[in-house]
């Protein structure tokens, strides 16, 4: 967990999981990234349910996604072991964020005996990601996810600050902002 306010605004860097981890991991977690305003996964999601897709082919852990990620594998034929709903719109709410998110995965988790699952989300939403699992008391690992941002960006996406790099910048600061609230409201 970071230890200061200045790692929590400024920490983006994050140690993936080596291959023997994955290959070991009991779950495969999926954080989902915006979903498309005509209801459809964007194409960050496709990414991280490619990545989720082949650390399953490595190893046939569980694949426990987030809906919008679901959605692709479901594409794919890859079986789900259980699904965090999301929000009507694909928006995150005050009621369904990355620590909901997060609480559904870990509660499962808990019941299916899964103890060293790995993590798939963007790599700026990652460390948000990994403290709140943390902080529920799930030891989570980073899959080496893609650093190449084009690839989750998307146009038609609900959230405007996801849709291209150009507009990356406020997203950047959405993101700093509500690290600071978890880390106000002890989620870090």
Known sequence: MPATLKEVVFNWNFTPATPEQIGSADGILTQSWSRRADGKPGRGNVELARIAAQM?????????????????????????????????????????????????HVGYCREMRIRRPILVAH????????????????????????????????????????????????WILREKIIRLGYWGFGRV
């Open 56 to 104: 399953w082919k490595q190893n046939h852990a569980p694949i426990i996604p987030q809906e919008e990620v679901s959605w692709v594998l479901k594409e794919r034929n890859i079986p789900c072991a259980f699904v965090a709903g999301g929000s009507s719109d694909g928006r995150s709410t005050l009621a369904w964020d990355t620590w909901a998110v997060a609480k559904a």
């Open 123 to 170: 790599p700026l939403h990652m460390n948000r990601a990994l403290w709140s699992y943390r902080r529920l008391g799930l030891d989570v690992l980073p899959a080496p996810v893609s650093w190449e941002l084009e690839k989750y960006q998307d146009p038609g996406l609900v959230h405007p600050g996801m849709q291209s790099m150009e507009v990356l910048p406020r």
